[in-house]
């Protein structure tokens, strides 16, 4: 038997804040993308069971339309599809999947524990779907029939209790638990996984996305690859007699141009703002934004001509005259010590 574990698609996301129209669009292209690929994928390899553990979908942003174009790529599998809804996608009376006809290899979990057979297999799929965006059940008395192959799919937070919090006696009951929620891949226990996002959503998802393959034949569980882009945290130490050049440089080297970047400037400049305006103008991605934690140098330089120094010493003491006595002595060094 081959299994694929996936979730936390959360197609038609919204991206909120600073990405520009086409960024978000081709975002929200590659999760449908990546969707495609798996399904290929369990073809390729004759998988059995896709198990989608929550958060499939926004369901705000979510329609008909899409949800066509999702059931019309499941109708090509030969693998059955389960799904259980979280709190993104909760199974409520307006979900658009009770809305259809549902394909004849797609399965969906209602709002209480129940499970699927698969005479065939000797396997029984678990499951239970939100029926709002916070959702707690105690079912910690379940028996399972050992006669079966038993897994469970379900979209929870072990740690918060406004996500389905399971305990570690409930989930080892279990042959195999396919997690949702979290999106960073992770072991649980010795039978439970979460899958993590399908690809990376924000710049809190670091590092690779895909799903989960369990092959029972040869007894493995691997994670595939199944994103193409990733959201990167890219902190730059800057040295105060950098040129604008060298920092570019610095940067660009270091850029792929696939993925999306927060740049975060550190160290010393004589030019915080304009090293920050230079870069937007000059550097080369998919995506990036800055963030800008540089330390200002100008007090760290010394002023030796005495012509500038008597025309320092010559400001009154009072407030007004100190300040403009700082400001002019400001735009000496930044015109005599510039890069």
Known sequence: MKIIHTGDLHLKK???GRLPLEVSNKLLEDSWRALYEVFEFSN??????????????????????????????????????????????????????????LPENLYIFSN?????????????????????F??????NDIKLDQNFINIGLFHSDLKDERYLPLSKDFLEKFNYVALGHIHKRGKVFDNTYYSGSLIPLSFKDRGKRGIIFLD?????????????????NLEINLKKEMTYSEVLNLIQDQIEQNNLYRI?????????????????????AFYFEIQNELVDSYEEYEIRDKYII?????????????EARELSKKFILEQGYDN
């Open 44 to 101: 390729e390899v004759q998988a059995d069971i896709i198990l989608i553990a929550g958060d499939l979908f926004e369901r705000e942003f979510f329609n008909l339309r899409d949800l066509n174009r999702f059931l019309d790529l499941v109708k090509k599998l030969n693998a059955k599809v389960f799904i259980v809804f979280g709190n993104h996608d909760y199974l409520s009376e307006d979900n658009l999947f009770l809305k259809v006809n």
């Open 14 to 16: 919204f991206y909120k």
């Open 264 to 284: 975060i400037l550190k160290g010393e400049t004589l030019h915080p703002r304009d090293i920050e305006n230079f870069l937007k103008e000059n550097l080369s």
């Open 216 to 232: 029972d034949d040869k007894k493995t569980i691997e994670f595939k690859d199944f994103s193409r882009r990733e959201f990167v």
């Open 310 to 322: 008597d025309l320092l010493d010559s400001f009154a003491s009072s407030k007004m005259e100190q």
């Open 112 to 132: 209480e524990l129940d499970y699927f057979e698969l005479s065939e297999l000797k396997t029984r799929i678990y499951g239970i779907s939100y029926d709002s």
């Open 134 to 139: 916070a959702f707690k059940k105690d079912f």
